[in-house]
């Protein structure tokens, strides 16, 4: 089956000739519309829209954004509520936020406000990562912009209703993505992530202020839903994965790329073979990291057992192959992965897999905050095994210690964080056995390192 | 509570509701407002632990902690379900929860030892090691370092570590009286919290990230605060210690005496380590009620006098310009045939808040046999700043035992105490553990005017020099006895070590003193001087010093009512 | 790996404006100061460079906090630096797409046109002359088109090593 169109919705301007950043080019485009119409309802109207719409947090973890927005209730609490935007991008594979930042800012802009409005709040940040030094500019100029016509500051567009905006550049941290790292870390402190509970965002956040936390293209949404009404958007998409989804394509495709599809309209086969025009220079598939660095790894060939709900709302037991998984929320998880922040990487036959799994070790070494023990002593050591092994040092042994060392990690930690560094580990090991085998056979074991244990 | 700690997870409201909690299998009731760490602890379960202090915040980043909990599973009616024991049935949690960091709430079902919960343990005790110095038998914390003990209780066997350590600065002086070994620190950020929560003193952070996270003070600056040595005690590990106690005695060899800090009114509870009659240091010993767990830098490290070079060790006398030792008894009854022939009034006595109920009460008693009121009597008072933490003002121990027994006149007396020496009207002086000149502001013109100076003291100075009799009296860590501190508690200071050379404990100076003066004498014991003392005071009425107990008990405001 | 901050840089005498700037940047957080420390530290190594011990001690009395409050945060992102870098600075993504498409072979070549064969304990290499640095960077989020680097604020797509020597022409 040939792949579906693209369903672009937030990316409906993204690389559209002559579509530029400025709020000029945005007016004309019907901008900041939906936010005149959202100043017609009441907050809590809007907050059930976007309960209505389905639609789950982009951010990674897929959770339901009016689920969230509801654990706050302005009307009961007497402290100040905030709304951040998390545009840390920082995820592996990931590169979609930067494209609405870059290209689209005012729909970010606007769904902020909308979501601003409707939880009452008037004080909001955009997180965005150090790397993005262009992005933050175009953003200050969209705030300027914005604010400038009123869409922003004080009494907007005479609705009474008052609201900053502000950007705050983060400085090369991948843990400021994690949303209570990300507090702390707009809080001036170092991006310790903090324990959940007491500190949930929604109770304890900023300023020890009920908090939201959404991602940008969460916020994003949130301007198509006062479109076109959550019910509607709960159509686009399937039950429970509704909406659209932006993907991004990298790795050994010929054709990478971002897009943008209806959830769970189209396979990973469809996604790699037909929209990224099959794997490059006719090598074969060897694996795909789903949704993300930290999303477990799918092997090419792999079955899974998953359970369809029928037109009748049956369930049915099948087996897929890979290629033939969905692209949503559910199947992914149903397969033993995740859809996570939609960032596809593709990994073909001629890879040395462990010297895959030994780059994204090194990365979450390199990025743990290092608060907690396991987390911080785990994710060096197993960057430390996965070096070694890549680097033909390697011993038969460190095939069950990685796995074991990982094992000790997940669950176990502060911040999801201890997840996000021992999937892979976990998954590639489970799944590459082979592989990791060989290359411990073949290793010459561990040679006295010279560095200063980096 | 005197001790302001920003945090007391270990304590209850007296009225907080009960909770029912199942720990490993048995059904209990605890109060509400605990965390399960505290929760165990009280039904005898010990969960390891290391960042958790239940006096600061709560960080949760060792995860030594974790443990398997449930809450009651729930029926289609929201009610939960009832099994068979008719006790709550518990839905488990499938991960692990830390402890410090999870309340008790009712029907909480929690499991402290699990498989689960010793391969959490197991797992957090390698990683904890892999990268840690291996040199225990060279550490100065070895015996009291947490991470030997659960690594021997809970850790594996053999080290699966083949890889090359991070290394981290050595013997860092981070301040004062306090050295770093960032290789040993197990980042649990103790030390930050109790820096920033309850000295208000933010110097300590951590640099770098990840597996290089470091320990440091910003450079040029110093954890100098009053408080600073605090930090080694609830150190975990080796990594910060004691300039002073650092590498002096291993701890397993020390004897640890209850006792109590003399520093200031606030008589912080303290244990004495020493071993063979020597004093290697004071820590802080729990008291909710006076200093919780902590005590001053100056409490702790003011004890050095006691082993110092000029201490007094042999009662003297001084005939002319020769002075010469002198056995206890001939000295008692060489004073007694000098002291005889003077009126009350041609006598003085300084004595001292520093000195315990029991040496008071016999001076006071002394001085009843020497002509009563007649005989001018003051103590010399001490006052600095308080801190607003444990620190007094009132830089004595015993003030409100001084006044208490009528030595004290809040100094308001030793002007004329001066003048009456100066115009040799005063022709006698005992002197009490204050220094005539030193502490008490005579001149040494003056004390040469004297007939007769006595001074029991310590320390060597010129007054003793010049006495025509040098008492030897005890320290702190040689006696026991009691004190009443600033917030009107009394409590027992305890014999840590002997008495040097041919000093005596001063309640037996002053017994001996009186007996030999007065005559007669029913006393012989510290018990029966303390049964004398409560007899007298009607506040103390009905107690021993076994009543007053290791945290003692409170008497005030009843014995600031003094009586005659 | 040491924690203490270096200074070899002189004293800076600070702008008014300069001084005025970082005050309009506290003003964004009305709630708390201490927020303001990541754009102050921005903002002074944008201005000067490098973060000084200077730096950390302005940027801590401007916000009332201890000095190590600062010094944590500068030892944590590695964004900010301590000692001077190149005067331009190439960051090379390292992470898994980038390294697919070649990442470690792009940061070799650049190392090798620049000469530069030593690098610090957080893998940075300043070329001889001072005028470049190379460094790895983790995943800048441009995955699609890997290899991809920034030379200061400035973000490169797709970089083939004819395209690198070319952007050491250009930022000569
Ligand atoms: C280690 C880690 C890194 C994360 N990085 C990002 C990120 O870069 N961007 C993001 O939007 N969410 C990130 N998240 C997820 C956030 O914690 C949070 O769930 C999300 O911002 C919520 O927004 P959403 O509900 O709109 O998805 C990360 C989570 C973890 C554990
Ligand atoms: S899991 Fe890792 S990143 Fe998260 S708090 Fe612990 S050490 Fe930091
Ligand atoms: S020095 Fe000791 S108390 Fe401080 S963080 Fe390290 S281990 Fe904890
Ligand atoms: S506060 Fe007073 S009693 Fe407590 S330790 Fe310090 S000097 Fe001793
Ligand atoms: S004691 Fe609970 S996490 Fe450290
Ligand atoms: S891996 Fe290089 S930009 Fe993402």
New interface residues.
């Given amino acids: 089956m040939p792949a579906p169109a693209e369903y672009r919705l937030v990316f409906k301007h993204i690389d559209e000739p002559g579509y530029t950043n400025d709020i000029e080019c945005y007016l004309r485009h019907g901008g900041y519309e939906q936010l005149k119409k959202a100043f017609t309802m009441k907050g809590p109207d809007i907050v059930n829209e976007v309960k209505a719409s389905g639609l789950r947090g982009r951010g990674g973890a897929g959770f339901a954004c009016g689920v969230k927005w509801g654990f706050i209730d302005p009307t009961k609490n007497t402290k100040p509520v905030y709304l951040i935007c998390n545009a840390d991008e920082s995820e592996p594979g990931t590169f979609k936020d930067r494209q609405i930042i870059h290209k689209d800012p005012h729909q970010l802009i606007e769904g902020m406000v909308i979501a601003c409005y409707a939880n009452n709040v008037h004080l909001s940040y955009i997180y965005i990562r150090g790397e993005f030094p262009l992005g933050a500019k175009i953003l200050e100029k969209a705030i300027a912009e914005a604010k400038a016509k009123n869409f922003l500051g004080k009494n907007i567009l005479g609705s009474g209703y008052d609201l900053e905006i502000y950007v705050h550049r983060g400085a090369g941290a991948y843990i400021c993505g994690e949303e209570t790292g990300l507090i702390e870390s707009l809080e001036g402190k170092r991006p310790y992530p903090r324990i959940k509970p007491p500190y949930f965002p929604a109770v304890l956040g900023l300023y020890m202020c009920p908090t939201i936390v959404n991602n940008v293209e969460t916020l994003c949404d949130v301007k198509h839903i006062i479109a076109m009404g959550g019910a509607n958007y709960a159509k686009i998409g399937k039950p429970n994965n509704t909406g659209t989804r932006l993907i991004g394509v990298s790795g050994d495709v010929a054709k990478p790329g971002y897009y943008e599809f209806e959830v769970g309209s189209l396979t990973l086969g469809q996604l790699i073979n037909d929209v990224c025009g099959g794997i490059k220079n006719g090598r074969k598939l060897q694996a795909v990291i789903p949704g993300g660095s930290s999303s477990k790894v799918l092997r090419a060939g792999e079955k899974y057992k998953i359970k369809e709900k029928q037109a009748d709302g049956s369930m049915i037991d099948k087996e897929i192959g890979l290629e033939d998984i969905p692209m949503d929320f559910d199947t992914m998880a149903a397969v033993g992965s995740m859809s996570g922040s939609g960032g596809v990487i593709v990994i073909d036959d001629s890879r040395d897999i462990v010297s895959c799994l030994a780059n994204l070790s090194e990365f979450y070494a390199h990025e743990s905050c290092g608060q907690c023990t396991p987390c911080r002593e785990g994710s060096l050591w197993m960057k430390k095994i996965t070096r070694r092994l890549a680097d033909g040092h390697g011993r038969l042994e460190d095939v069950a210690l990685l796995k074991s060392v990982a094992d000790n990690i997940a669950g176990r930690t502060i911040c999801a964080m201890g997840e996000a560094c021992s999937w892979p580990v976990q998954s590639f090991v489970a799944k590459f056995k082979n592989e990791f085998e060989a290359k411990g056979r073949a290793g010459k074991g561990p040679a006295v390192a010279a560095t200063n244990g980096h | 509570m005197s001790c302001k700690n920003p945090f007391n997870h270990d304590i209850t409201p007296a009225d907080a509701p009960l909770l029912n909690v199942q720990v490993d299998g048995q059904w209990v009731q605890l109060p509400r407002g605990l965390n399960v760490v505290e929760a165990a602890k009280r039904v005898g379960k010990f969960i390891p632990h290391y960042c958790y202090h239940p006096k600061l915040s709560?960080?949760?980043?060792?995860?030594?902690c974790?443990i398997e909990m449930g809450t009651p599973k729930m029926g289609p009616d929201r009610k939960p379900i009832i099994g068979a024991d008719g006790k709550p049935e518990i839905g488990w949690i499938p991960?692990?929860q830390?402890g410090c960091?999870?309340?008790i709430s009712e029907g909480m079902g929690i499991r402290t030892d699990s498989p689960m919960v010793q391969?959490?343990r197991k797992?957090?005790m390698?990683?904890?090691l892999?990268?840690h110095p291996l040199d225990c038998p060279i550490c100065d914390q070895a015996g009291e370092c947490k991470l030997q003990e659960f690594s021997v209780e809970y850790g594996n066997e053999d080290s699966?570590?083949?890889?090359?350590?991070?290394?981290?600065?050595k013997q860092v002086d981070i301040g004062e009286r306090i050295v770093l070994d960032d290789e040993r620190c197990?980042?649990c950020s103790r030390c930050i919290r109790f820096s920033r929560e309850m000295v208000n003193d933010?110097?300590?952070?951590?640099?770098?990230?990840?597996?290089?996270?470091?320990l440091?003070?910003?450079?040029?600056?110093r954890l100098d605060n009053n408080y600073s040595l605090n930090t080694v005690d609830i150190c975990p590990v080796g990594a910060l210690t004691s300039k002073d106690f650092r590498f002096k005695m291993r701890v397993w060899f020390l004897k640890e005496t209850k006792s109590i800090c003399t520093g200031c009114a606030t008589g912080c509870n303290i244990l004495i380590g020493s071993r063979e009659n020597v004093v290697h240091r004071l820590t802080p010993r729990e008291n909710e009620l006076v200093n919780s767990e902590w005590m001053c830098d100056q409490g702790r490290l003011g004890f050095h006098y006691i082993h110092a070079e000029e201490r007094l060790l042999q009662p003297t006398a001084r005939v002319n310009s020769t002075t010469l030792p002198v056995a206890w008894d001939d000295a008692f009854a060489q004073i007694r045939d000098r002291i005889k022939s003077y009126k009350p009034e041609q006598i003085a006595i300084i004595g001292s808040a520093r000195m315990t109920n029991e040496e008071l009460f016999l001076l006071a008693e002394l001085r009843a046999g020497l002509g009563g009121n007649a005989v001018l009597t003051d103590v010399v008072p001490r006052t600095g700043e308080a801190d607003g933490i444990l620190r007094s003002a009132d830089l004595n121990p015993n003030t409100a035992g001084a006044k208490l027994f009528q030595i004290s006149n809040d100094g308001k007396n030793l002007a004329a105490i001066k003048d009456g020496i100066e115009s040799g009207r005063i022709k006698v002086l005992y002197a009490l553990h204050e220094d005539p000149v030193g502490d008490a502001g005579l001149s040494e013109f003056a004390l040469a005017k004297l007939d007769l100076l006595i001074t029991q003291k310590l320390l060597k100075s010129h007054s003793t020099d010049i006495a025509h009799f040098s008492l030897p009296g005890a320290s702190f860590a040689e006696k026991r006895g009691s004190m009443i501190n600033g917030a009107g508690r009394l409590q027992r200071l305890n014999k840590a070590i002997a008495t040097p050379g041919q000093t005596m404990d001063d309640f037996e100076i002053l017994l001996k003193l009186r007996s030999t003066i007065t005559g007669g004498n029913s006393l012989h014991t510290i018990e029966e001087v303390f049964k004398a003392v409560a007899a007298s005071i009607p506040a103390l009425s009905g107690l021993s010093l076994s009543k007053v107990g290791d945290l003692g008990v409170e008497v005030a405001p009843a014995a600031a009512t003094v009586t005659t | 790996m040491s924690a203490t901050c270096h200074d070899t840089q002189d004293h800076v005498e600070l702008k008014p404006e300069f001084v005025a700037h970082a005050d309009e940047l506290i003003s964004h957080y009305p709630v708390s100061k201490r927020s303001a420390s990541l754009p102050l530290l921005h903002f002074w190594q944008e201005t000067h460079g490098y973060i000084s011990n200077q730096a950390v001690e302005w940027i801590a009395g401007k916000l009332g906090l201890n000095p190590i409050q600062i010094l944590e945060l500068v030892t944590f992102y590695p964004m900010f630096r301590q000692h001077p870098a190149g005067k331009f600075q190439i960051k090379v993504c390292r992470t898994l797409s980038c390294q697919l498409g070649g990442a470690y072979e792009l940061r070799e070549h650049f190392m090798k046109k620049l000469g530069i064969t030593k690098v610090d304990e957080h893998g940075l290499g300043i070329s001889a002359d001072g005028k470049f640095s190379v460094e790895f960077v983790e995943c800048l989020a441009s995955c699609g088109t890997a290899p991809v680097i920034m030379v200061n604020d400035d973000f490169y797509e797709g970089v083939s090593h004819t395209q690198a020597d070319e952007l050491l022409q250009k930022y000569n």
């Fill in positions: 709560i960080s949760g980043n060792c995860r030594m974790l991960r692990p830390i960091a999870t309340m391969d959490c797992g957090v390698e990683f904890l892999i990268n699966r570590f083949v890889e090359q350590k991070v290394h981290k600065p197990i980042m933010d110097v300590l952070g951590f640099t770098q990230r990840g597996s290089h996270t470091t440091a003070v910003h450079p040029g600056k």
